[in-house]
């Protein structure tokens, strides 16, 4: 069983980094222009590269 302050980093970072990547990859899904496009795309990635972070040092 996790460590109650465990639980709460794992809540923590679905609500500010899943939902976010989440967030740009459905607004470049919908932009027209590939440079913007290419952005939010790589915003979603930053948030996903993180997210995975977190999972590696969190065990």
Do not use: C, S, W
Not at 28 to 55: C, I, N, P, S, T
């Amino acid at each position: 069983m996790l460590p109650l302050a465990q639980i709460h980093l794992i809540n923590f970072i679905r609500i500010y980094e899943v939902a976010p990547a989440k967030t740009y990859r459905d607004l470049a899904e919908r932009e027209r222009d590939e440079k913007r496009q290419g952005v939010l795309l790589r915003m979603a990635e930053a948030f996903g590269d993180d997210l995975d972070r977190h999972h590696r040092v969190g065990g």
